[in-house]
């Protein structure tokens, strides 16, 4: 297919409402509101196709019917919600941008990664699970510790009441995660400086852009929700210099993006201990953000790649992969 000839169902949660209307005024989460208006604007210009809509329910609508779905969908108000547009996707055999339900569901449980990641030989903090409707029992490792939702991204339910000095601390906290419905990994907090490493499929060939160091003014450089929605002040990312750092993120990335595939583009997360410099890996990203000022596109600008040329090279590369696209349209880097 040629590009002008495939129609984009583009889902978010702050799509336009229609393919002309503006970014709504005095919304509370404007900066979303913008990310998410101007990847459609790019989509809009490389494929006029493209079609925007806010409601997930769409996937379930007999009428549906386009060639490939982009969705910037992270969750919804359900149970594992994170899987429901690729598996519906699966089910009405619709490519679609990201990765299969197995490999998102795979990211979202931080259980599940850091096996993952431990089977890579990479190394990461020790951990313990405590599902909801478990009597939490003290964990074989030492404090101090950092309690945080087993499943999600984007650290939601994460603050400074995270971090705790005794069991007694970690024991409140996963109780008030369990009253509100979360189930729980507990991990043993390294003292260091949070790093991602931004990775682009890149039409099979993989790109690991250059590391990003995310500095919180926070006790224990704790990086929360609001910080990364840039709701609240108090965070700063830069490009990492430090090149031994550097190749040790690449690294560790390189081993277990492979095992991830099919997968668009990702952003595998790290603590970087203070005293060793060793990388201890936390987590990985199937849907991380692709705005403007997001950490991939941070990356990318460092190499000199402007954003629709990130936006382009992302979807080109989905839909190459995906079969509707017989060549790369000279998108790849």
């Known amino acids: 297919m040629e590009p002008k000839d495939i129609q984009i169902l583009y889902l978010a949660h702050y799509a336009p409402e229609t393919e002309s209307a503006p970014v709504s005024v005095g919304d509370t989460n404007r900066v979303y509101s913008e990310y998410h208006y101007k990847v459609f604007t790019v989509l809009k210009e490389l494929f006029p196709k493209t079609v925007p809509c806010r409601n997930p329910s769409i996937m379930l609508d007999e009428n549906l019917s386009v060639d490939y779905i982009f969705s910037l969908y992270n969750r919804m108000p359900f149970r594992n919600s994170e899987i429901f547009v690729s598996s519906v996707a699966e089910y009405r055999k619709i490519p679609y941008l990201g990765a299969q339900p ?17 089977y890579a030989g990479v190394k990461t903090p020790d951990w313990k699970i405590y599902n909801i409707g478990s009597v939490p029992e003290c964990p074989s490792f030492d404090p101090p510790y950092f309690c945080k939702p087993r499943f999600g991204a984007a650290s939601k339910g994460i603050d400074e009441s995270c971090a705790c000095t005794t069991w007694l601390q970690a024991k409140s906290k996963i109780e008030s ?29 993989f790109m690991y852009l250059p590391c990003i160091a995310q500095y919180s003014t926070l006790e224990g450089g704790i990086v929360t929700y609001e910080q990364k929605r840039k709701i609240a002040p108090g965070l700063t990312r830069k490009i990492v210099e430090n090149q031994e750092i550097q190749s040790k993120l690449h690294s560790l990335s390189e081993k277990m993006y492979p095992l991830v595939q099919p997968l ?39 190499l000199g790649i402007k954003y629709k040329e990130l936006i382009a090279n992302i979807t080109f590369s989905s839909l190459y992969r995906c079969g509707l696209l017989d060549e790369t349209f000279g998108k790849e880097f």
């Open 102 to 118: 197995n490999i998102r569901a795979l990211a979202e449980d931080k259980h599940l990664a850091k096996m993952m990641a431990r």
């Open 177 to 205: 995660f369990h009253a509100l419905g979360v189930d729980v990994i507990l991990e043993k907090q390294i003292k260091g400086i949070y790093h991602t490493s931004p990775v682009l499929n890149n039409f099979g060939n």
């Open 264 to 302: 668009d583009y990702t952003r595998f997360d790290y603590i970087v201990e203070e005293k060793s410099g060793t990388p201890y890996f936390l987590e990985f990203n199937v849907c991380c953000n692709l705005g403007e000022h997001s950490t991939i596109s941070q990356a990318a600008k460092y």
